[in-house]
């Protein structure tokens, strides 16, 4: 992903689209569900949802200068100049602390497509394609009744033959850069979204975790500590003596004694080098959520490991699975089957 720079704010300042940002795009034709389904991908996953009608609409109804010309274009079912549109999406993005966004009915032809690429500069993670028939659309639209000038069957026959002429393609060239999750739309809300949301848990989960707020800082932090505190207690001297206490008990073919008579000790096995392979095993999982596969440390690449972690929770900064499997290559070893 590119880093983009966004025009001038008022400050003067620029607001810069960090490598780190996730765009996904999620398209199908009017009334597949994309409205519906987006809301539930921002509770669930923590995306920001940036709707490209409802960010035309509320041109409309601000009476902007452009107002008149959106509200023509969507009466007549026609896609509104892809500068209106990127501009809105642009100005959006740039104001959102989230560094994920959902981008709904959006690109719908290769003119809207090529504007973001070119002007955002960000390719899109993957899209999201809710596939649906022509007739169940059609039911679905008519049945809406929101009030929109666009749900009346002339308009809906414009949006559709727009939909298979201009936006099928964009979907197709995506599909053949193997960026399309196709998803059958026709069955209920709730089976439909069990498939959204698999689609979003193949997501790496670094990206999948939230930038935009204290709490998240606090909470992975807090989360951290017990690692920090086993790992930090398991390499001190004070765990020596007892480290030692179960291996010469070990040794000389004794299992250790519980505090109670009556209660036998745990296994030996269980007990010698616990202590170092307790925060092993832990981090060792963590390393295996990121990065995959399965992955082995020492104790030093650990150590470096929770650092980095924690700066990166502190900074804000939460780095690509890539980077980190870069970091940690060198010491990453497949464990036995
Ligand atoms: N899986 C579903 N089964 C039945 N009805 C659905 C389903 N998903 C959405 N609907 C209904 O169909 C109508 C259209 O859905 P929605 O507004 O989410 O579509 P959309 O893709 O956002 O449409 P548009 O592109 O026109 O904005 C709504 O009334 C919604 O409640
Ligand atoms: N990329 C887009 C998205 C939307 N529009 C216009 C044309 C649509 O009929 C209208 C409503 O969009 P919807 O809510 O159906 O996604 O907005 C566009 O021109 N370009």
């Not at 940036?50 to 007549?76: H, M, R, V, W, Y």
């Not at 100049?81 to 989230?98: C, F, G, H, R, Y």
């Not at 049945?143 to 414009?158: A, L």
Request: glycine share 6%; proline share 5%.
């Amino acid at each position: 992903m590119a880093t983009s720079e966004f025009p001038a704010q008022k400050d003067g300042s620029k607001a810069v689209l960090q490598e780190t940002t996730v765009v996904v795009f999620v398209l199908g034709g009017p009334g597949s569900g994309k409205g519906t389904q987006c809301p539930k991908i921002v509770e669930h996953f923590g995306f920001r949802h940036l709707c490209a009608g409802d960010l035309l609409q509320a041109e409309i109804e601000s009476e902007s200068e452009n107002g008149t010309l959106i509200q023509n274009f969507k009466k007549e079912g026609k896609i509104v100049p892809s500068e209106i549109t990127v501009k809105l999406l642009q100005q959006a993005m740039q104001q959102s602390d989230n560094k994920r966004f959902i981008v709904d009915g959006f690109p719908r032809n290769e003119e809207n497509r090529a504007a973001f690429e070119n002007i955002v500069r960000i390719k899109p993670e993957f899209v999201l394609f809710f596939d649906c028939p022509e007739e169940e659309l059609t039911k679905r639209i008519l049945n809406r009744n929101q009030g929109r000038v666009d749900d009346n069957i002339e308009t809906i026959g414009k949006r559709l033959k727009v939909y298979f002429e201009s936006t099928l393609p964009v979907i197709n060239y995506y599909n053949s850069k193997r960026k399309v999750q196709k998803i059958d739309a026709q069955r209920s809300i709730d089976e439909v979204f069990e498939d959204v949301k698999s689609v979003f848990a193949k997501l790496r989960p670094v990206a999948r975790l939230s930038n935009d707020s204290y709490s998240d800082t606090a909470v992975f932090t807090i989360s951290l500590l017990p690692l920090v505190v086993v790992e930090i207690a398991s390499t001190s001297k004070w765990l020596e003596p007892q480290k030692q206490g179960f291996t010469s008990e070990y040794k000389r073919g004794k299992a250790p004694k519980s505090k109670s008579d009556e209660m036998p000790a745990k296994p030996l096995d269980t007990f010698e080098g616990q202590a170092d392979i307790i925060p092993g095993s832990m981090i060792n999982l963590m390393l295996i959520s990121v990065l995959g596969g399965d992955t082995c440390t020492s104790a030093p690449t650990r150590h470096i490991f929770l650092a980095a972690m924690l700066l990166f929770v502190w900074f804000d900064q939460f780095p690509d699975a890539d980077v980190l499997q870069e970091l940690f290559s060198c010491d990453l070893q497949a464990l036995p089957a």
